[in-house]
């Protein structure tokens, strides 16, 4: 028997000054929810309102996903074997890619249930377009070590990995580290090397720029407790 059930994956802008980068038909699919699974409530609860001005937030049961827990996921699983339809909301971007979400969105898959993903701006990518490396192959490795020797030894890995594989390779960093991972960056890696740096993508003060090691250590930036994507690339 087929349930009735769906998972949506709905996007979040990644500034409230670009909400016209969420797609209008993201309130018809919350309008088909019953529930919510949300990274922050807080954070969901404040962009529903500005996507979506008549929701009545409390209609809706709420359920965190900022860390997955077993009772958490039981509950999930209970709410689809009601047949309720669930919207999955991560705090920026898009559930599931380097967000919350994908181990619920595992366990409606072995439920048979139907998932819908749905379009919404994602940082990761967002970049990737804006840099002008290689978009058919790339990989992103998430966060680098804190500690600075391994952190060294990873970015010397991952640049030599980018000339061997040709692709691009993306990670991202706590924001109140981006200034020093930059200097490690700069530090370690080879002046012909390329680098984007994609800073406050989709807002007002967005900033992507491709320059070369030995440009970059031309300049002075300042990435402080700003979103950063960083993309490399040895193949260029």
Not at 183 to 195: D, G, M, R, V, W
Not at 207 to 229: C, G, N, Q, R, Y
């Amino acid at each position: 028997m087929t349930s009735k059930s769906t998972v949506y994956l709905i996007p979040s802008f990644l500034s409230e000054d670009s909400i016209e980068t969420i797609p209008v038909y993201i309130v018809d699919a919350i309008k088909n929810c019953q529930v919510i699974f949300a990274e922050n409530e807080r954070t969901a609860r404040r962009f529903l309102k500005i996507i979506f001005k008549e929701i009545i937030i409390d209609n809706y049961e709420w359920f965190s996903i900022h860390k997955i827990e077993a009772e958490q996921l039981a509950v999930f699983k209970q709410k689809l074997s009601e047949e309720k339809s669930i919207a999955i909301i991560s705090e920026a971007g898009c559930p599931g890619i380097a967000d919350p979400g994908q181990i619920l969105v595992h366990a409606a898959q072995r439920m048979n249930i139907t998932v819908k993903p749905l379009v919404g701006p994602n940082s990761i990518l967002l970049a990737l377009m804006g840099s002008g490396m290689n978009g058919q192959q790339f990989q992103f490795n998430g966060y680098l070590p804190i500690d600075a020797h391994p952190r060294a030894l990873r970015l010397k890995q991952l640049e030599e990995e980018s000339a061997v594989k040709k692709c691009t390779q993306i990670f991202i960093e706590t924001p109140y580290r981006n200034n020093q991972l930059l200097e490690t960056i700069l530090k370690t890696c080879k002046p012909s090397t390329q680098l984007c740096i994609a800073a406050e993508l989709t807002s007002k003060n967005e900033f992507i720029k491709t320059k070369s090691i030995a440009e970059w250590k031309k300049e002075s930036i300042d990435l402080h407790k700003k979103p950063v994507i960083f993309c490399l690339n040895q193949d260029l």
